[in-house]
C-alpha cells in the first residue's frame, strides 16, 4: 500500500487544535510513523493524513487553560499538559514551538511562519484562539497592567504582584466582571491582595445570569472581602513617581486604589490570518465557517473561538470547540456525518468559592416563558427555571447552590420528569430529584465532552466500571467543569452497581455503627488496636474522623483522658484538633458557649476586647451565640484563655457534637409562657455538651405552642405545655429541612431528660457516618414507631443501660479548651514547627518555611519516611495542607485538605481527584527537616 502524502497543517496549539490531533488518531486517520503505509483503523486511504505539522505561538504544548488559576496556588504547570511526547512521536507531529503562522498563501496553499519557514499544506485547520480585549484608557499599558490568558501571563502576574507586596502595595483590580474577571479576581486574592472588580455592565456575569442571580452572587463574593462596582467603567490608570500603576479612575470620577491591574473585559477572535488571506469574516469579527467548519476557502476549517459558526456566534467555552474540532476530524477522515450548527452553552463553575451554573437558555422570555425562582437571600442562594408553554425546560440559572445541575442540564429543551420544585427547593424540601432512570439514552450528560447517557450506560457495562473515576477515564465525562459528577454517579447508582457496604478500603466490612459496637464490646481503645484486630492499612480522611469520633463518644467508658490524647490526635479532623472552625481562608472562628443565649455585661465586654485586640469579626448567630472570626492557629491558646477567665468554655461549633440549645425567653418574660424555656435549655446544653455522635445535633426549647424557638426545626425539639413539656426529636433544618415528630407528650423534666438520654445515646449507637437524626429515622426499620417501643416502652430492655452511659458522659465531661491549655504537648501543636523532623508526630503535619518565604507541609508515616509538599490548598488558596489528615488510598501515602477533603499524593504531588492539580514536592535538607526545593 502506498504511502500517505498528504499533509495537514494546525495553527495554534490550544485546547480546541490538541482536540482535533485526539479525534483524527481516535479515528485511525494519523499514519503510523513506524509503518506509514499501514490502513488505518477503517479509514479511505485518501483520509489518512501523512504528515501534520503544527505551529504554535507558545513555546510550550497545548495546556488546560479551563485550570489555569491552579497555578497560581502551587500546580506545577507540567501537570496542565495535554499533550504528552508520546502522544506526538506516535502519530509522527511536528510540533513547532514558538513559530506561529505569519501569512497564509491560499492559492499556492503554503503557510510562512515567523521564522522563515514555508510548509505546504493540502489542507490548513485554524484553531488560533482569541487574545484578550484591552479598553483603550489613558495608562493601559504602564508598567503593572496584565491580561490574564496564559502560562506567562500566570508567572509575570506572580512576579509582580510578589514584588508589590514587599513593597507594602496590596491592592488589586481587575476590570470585567465576567466569567473570567471572577476567575481573575480569585488569583489576586490568591497571590494575597486587596480585590477590586470593576464591571462595565449593571450586574456581574451578564452574559450567563440574571439580575436575582447577579446580586446572589455579589453578595457572596463581597462576604468575601472582594470589592464589586458595576455600571461604572474604567477611565484612566494613574501612575506613581516611577510610571507604575498606582489608582483606577472610574467613569464616575472614583478612584480605586491599584498596585495591579488585570484586563478582563472579554476577548476577540484572532482572526488576522484569514482577514489578509482574503477569506470571509464575521462583522465583529470570527473567521466565517460552515456547518462542517470550513472556510470560504475548500482547503481551509475553523475552529473554537477564532470561528463565527453558522449560527452567526463566536463561542467562547471550550466544549463547543471540542464539537467543532469533533467535525473537522470526520471531514478530514471521511465524508463528515457530522455537522455543526451551534451548541449548548451550558456550564457550571465554582467562582470566588461560589458555585454559578447555567444551562439552556437563561434568559428565554416573552410570555411563552414561565419563570419559577427560589432565592434566599440569606445563604446568597439564587435558582430560576424557565418553562416554555407545553411545560419542557427552556433554561435556568443556579447560583450558590448548583447541586441540581446535573439533574437539570439533560433536560434541557425535554418536560421536566418531576415538578420543578423537585429540582428547586433545599433537599427534602421539594422531594427527591429524580434519578437517572427519568434521563433517555440521547440526552446529553456532559455537555463539555458531549457525552451522552447511553455512551455512559455502555463504557459502564463493557468496562465493568464501579466508580466516577472510571467513567472519566473511558469516556471524558466528567474531566471539563465538573457539573455533571452526580449525574454520573446516578448513572452507576441506577445500573445497579453496588455500593461497598463497609466505611472505607481499610474497614471493608464495617460500618460506622458496627466500628463503635466492636470499640464498645471489645474496649478498644486506639485506632491501632482497632485497625490490627479489624482493618487493614494505615487509615485515611474517611476511618481516621469517624474512629476519633467513637472514642470520644466512648472516652468515659474506656477511661481515655481526652479527644486530643495521644494517637488519638493524628486522627481528628482539623476542626477538631484544633477545636476550632476552619474558614475559607485558613484563619478559624471561636466560638464560647453560651447556654440558652444568657450572657453578662461582663463577658460581652471581654468578647468585646478581644475582638478588638486580634481584629476579628464578630458575628451574632442563629443559634444565640457570638462567633469570633479570623483567629490565626497560633492565636487560639491565647483566646482560649481569655475566654477561660472570663467563665466561658467551648461551644464546640467545631465537633459532631451537640452545637446549641435555642430558647425562647420563655415564662420569665414572656405574658405567653406556660415554661422556663431558658433554664431548660441552660440545663439540657450543660448535660449534654461535648457529646460525640455521628453528625451535629442541634436543641430548641420554646415556652408555649408559639414555637418561637423554632423547637420542631431541631434534632431535639421540646414545647412547654400546661401539663408539661412535649419532646419532637429528628427535625432538622439547613439544606434537608424536616419537621421533628412528636415521641411524647406532657413530661415532667425528669421525664424529659431521662428520654432524651435515651434517645441519644440510641442514635450515637446506631447511626451512621456523617447521618443527622433525620436520615436517621427515616432508615430505620419502623420508623418513629419503632423509636417508641425501644425509647418509651424499653421493649429491648436497654432504657436503663442507655441513661447509665450518659450518666458517665455528664460526670467525665471536661472542657477541652481548659485541657488543650494544660497539656504541654497538646498546646504545642498550636506553635512554629521545630528544629528537627522528631517534632512530627506520625499521621500529623507541621508547616516549614522555604527559603523564598513560601510554606511547605512536613508529614511522617508510621515507618519514619517523611514527605514534603506545598502546604498551598490550590483550590482555595489557603495555607493548610499541613492541617490534613495523612492517610493512604490504594496503598499510597495521601493527605487530605482540611478544606473540602480533595486527596493529594504525597510521594507525586497530583490530586487524585483531579490529576490536572498538583502540590510542588520537596525534598526534606539532610539533619534539620527543613524542606528545599527539588529540581
Known amino acids: 500500500m502506498a504511502t500517505p502524502t498528504q499533509t495537514l497543517v494546525l495553527i495554534g496549539h490550544g485546547m480546541v487544535g490538541h482536540r482535533l490531533l485526539e479525534a483524527l488518531a481516535e479515528r485511525g486517520a494519523l499514519a503510523d510513523p513506524a509503518d506509514p503505509g499501514a490502513p488505518g483503523m477503517g479509514v479511505p486511504p485518501d483520509r489518512v493524513w501523512g504528515r501534520v505539522v503544527v505551529l504554535a505561538e507558545e513555546d510550550v504544548p497545548a495546556y488546560d487553560r479551563v485550570h489555569l488559576s491552579s497555578v497560581f496556588t502551587g500546580t506545577d504547570p507540567n501537570r496542565l499538559g495535554l499533550a504528552d511526547a508520546e502522544f506526538l512521536e506516535a502519530h509522527g507531529i511536528d510540533l513547532r514551538l514558538g513559530d506561529p503562522a505569519e501569512q497564509i498563501d491560499t492559492a499556492a496553499r503554503t503557510v510562512t511562519t515567523t521564522s522563515g519557514a514555508v510548509v505546504a499544506y493540502d489542507a490548513l485547520v485554524l484553531a488560533t484562539g482569541s487574545y484578550p480585549f484591552v479598553p483603550p484608557i489613558p495608562g493601559a499599558d504602564v508598567p503593572g497592567c496584565f491580561t490574564y490568558r496564559t502560562l506567562y501571563d500566570v508567572e509575570a502576574l506572580t512576579s509582580y504582584a510578589e514584588n508589590r507586596r514587599a513593597e507594602g502595595r496590596r491592592t488589586g483590580v481587575v476590570i470585567g466582571g465576567g466569567l473570567l474577571g471572577l476567575e481573575a479576581a480569585g488569583a489576586l486574592r490568591t497571590l494575597g491582595l486587596t480585590t477590586h472588580v470593576v464591571e462595565f455592565a449593571p450586574r456581574l456575569m451578564p452574559l450567563q445570569v440574571d439580575d436575582g442571580g447577579a446580586a446572589a ?53 484572532r482572526d488576522r490570518l484569514a482577514r489578509e488571506s482574503g477569506l470571509a469574516v464575521g462583522d465583529r469579527g470570527g473567521v466565517a465557517v460552515d456547518e462542517h467548519c470550513r472556510t470560504t476557502d475548500p482547503y481551509i476549517y475553523a475552529i473554537g473561538e477564532c470561528a463565527q459558526t453558522c449560527d452567526g456566534r463566536v463561542y467562547g467555552l471550550v466544549a463547543p470547540g471540542y464539537q467543532m474540532a469533533e467535525t473537522v476530524a470526520d ?12 451548541a449548548d452553552t451550558s456550564t457550571k463553575l465554582k467562582l470566588l468559592g461560589a458555585d454559578v451554573a447555567s444551562f439552556g437558555d437563561p434568559f428565554a422570555a416573552g410570555p411563552q416563558a414561565t419563570e419559577i425562582v427560589f432565592s434566599d437571600g440569606r445563604e446568597g442562594v439564587y435558582k430560576k427555571l424557565l418553562l416554555g408553554p407545553d411545560g419542557q425546560l427552556l433554561g435556568g440559572i443556579l447560583v450558590g447552590d448548583a447541586e441540581a445541575y446535573g439533574a437539570l442540564m439533560p433536560h434541557a429543551g425535554r418536560r421536566l420528569p418531576a415538578p420543578p420544585e423537585a429540582f428547586l ?7 427527591e430529584l429524580p434519578g437517572a432512570d427519568s434521563l433517555p439514552d440521547d440526552a446529553v450528560v456532559c455537555s463539555c465532552h458531549n457525552v451522552t447517557k447511553g455512551a455512559v450506560r455502555a463504557a459502564v457495562a463493557e468496562h465493568g466500571l464501579t466508580d466516577v473515576g472510571g467513567i472519566k477515564r473511558c469516556t471524558k465525562a466528567g474531566t471539563g467543569c465538573g457539573g455533571c459528577v ?15 457496604r463497609g466505611l472505607c478500603e481499610h474497614f471493608p466490612d464495617l460500618s460506622r455503627s458496627e466500628l463503635y459496637a466492636r470499640v464498645r464490646d471489645e474496649h478498644i481503645r486506639s485506632f491501632s488496636e482497632l485497625i490490627e484486630k479489624c482493618g487493614k492499612g494505615e487509615g485515611c480522611v474517611v476511618c481516621k474522623p469517624v474512629v476519633a469520633n467513637v472514642l470520644g463518644t466512648l472516652g468515659p467508658e474506656l477511661g481515655l483522658p481526652h479527644i486530643l490524647h495521644g494517637e488519638q490526635a493524628a486522627l481528628q479532623d482539623s476542626n477538631d484538633l484544633f477545636l476550632a472552625n476552619l474558614q475559607k481562608d485558613g484563619t478559624y472562628s471561636v466560638v464560647p458557649r453560651v447556654p440558652g443565649g444568657e450572657i453578662t455585661a461582663e463577658q460581652l465586654i471581654v468578647i468585646g476586647e478581644i475582638a478588638r485586640d486580634h481584629g476579628l469579626y464578630t458575628k451574632i448567630t442563629g443559634g444565640q451565640r457570638i462567633d469570633l472570626f479570623g483567629a490565626r492557629k497560633a492565636e487560639l491558646p491565647g483566646i482560649w484563655r481569655r475566654l477561660i477567665d472570663a467563665g466561658f ?31 431548660l435549655a441552660i440545663d439540657l446544653e450543660l448535660r449534654y455538651r461535648g457529646l460525640r455522635a455521628p453528625h451535629k445535633i442541634k436543641g430548641g426549647v420554646s415556652g408555649c405552642l408559639r414555637e418561637c424557638a423554632e423547637a420542631r426545626g431541631k434534632d431535639i425539639g421540646v414545647i412547654a405545655t400546661a401539663g408539661g413539656w412535649n419532646l419532637y426529636v429528628c427535625g432538622n433544618g439547613g439544606a434537608s429541612p424536616r419537621h421533628a415528630d412528636l415521641l411524647a407528650s406532657d413530661l415532667s423534666a425528669a421525664e424529659l431528660f431521662a428520654l432524651i438520654d435515651r434517645f441519644l445515646m440510641y442514635y450515637v449507637r446506631t447511626g451512621e457516618r456523617l447521618e443527622r437524626t433525620s436520615a436517621w429515622l427515616e432508615r430505620l426499620d419502623g420508623g418513629l414507631g419503632h423509636l417508641r417501643e425501644v425509647l418509651v ?36 501543636r498550636f506553635g512554629p514547627y521545630g528544629d528537627g523532623v522528631e517534632f512530627l508526630e506520625p499521621g500529623r503535619g507541621r508547616t516549614a518555611v522555604l527559603a523564598d518565604g513560601s510554606e511547605a507541609a512536613l508529614f511522617r508515616d508510621g515507618t519514619g519516611e517523611v514527605y514534603a509538599v506545598g502546604n498551598r490548598d490550590p483550590f482555595s488558596g489557603a495555607d493548610v495542607i499541613a492541617d490534613g489528615i495523612m492517610g493512604t488510598r490504594d496503598g499510597e501515602p495521601v493527605v487530605a485538605s482540611p478544606m473540602l477533603k480533595q486527596e493529594f499524593s504525597l510521594r507525586t504531588g497530583v490530586c487524585r481527584d483531579d490529576p490536572s492539580v498538583a502540590l510542588p514536592v520537596h525534598e526534606v535538607g539532610a539533619g534539620v527537616g527543613v524542606p528545599t526545593a527539588r529540581d
Not at 464616575?252 to 491591574?261: H, M, N
Request: aromatic share 4%; net charge negative.
Open 217 to 269: 452572587l455579589r453578595a457572596t463574593i463581597e462576604s468575601m472581602g472582594v470589592a464589586v462596582h458595576t455600571g461604572v467603567g474604567a477611565a484612566e490608570i494613574e501612575t506613581d513617581a516611577d510610571g507604575r500603576t498606582r489608582t483606577l479612575k472610574l467613569s464616575d470620577g472614583t478612584r480605586v486604589p491599584a498596585d495591579l491591574v488585570v484586563f478582563s473585559a472579554g476577548v476577540r477572535p
Open 331 to 342: 471531514r478530514l477522515a471521511g465524508e463528515g456525518d457530522l455537522v455543526f450548527t451551534g
Open 425 to 431: 427547593l433545599p433537599a427534602g424540601g421539594g422531594g
Open 486 to 500: 452526580n449525574t454520573l454517579q446516578a448513572v452507576l447508582d441506577a445500573a445497579g452497581v453496588e455500593k461497598p
Open 649 to 679: 468554655e467551648s461551644g464546640h461549633a467545631y465537633g459532631k457534637s451537640l452545637r446549641t440549645v435555642k430558647s425562647c425567653v420563655g415564662s420569665k418574660f414572656c405574658r405567653f409562657g406556660q415554661g422556663d424555656s431558658v433554664q
Open 793 to 828: 416502652e424499653d421493649r429491648l430492655g436497654i432504657g436503663a443501660e442507655l441513661e447509665a452511659q450518659m450518666g458517665r458522659h455528664v460526670a467525665a465531661y471536661r472542657d477541652e479548651w481548659r485541657a488543650v491549655l494544660e497539656d504541654p504537648a497538646a498546646l504545642a
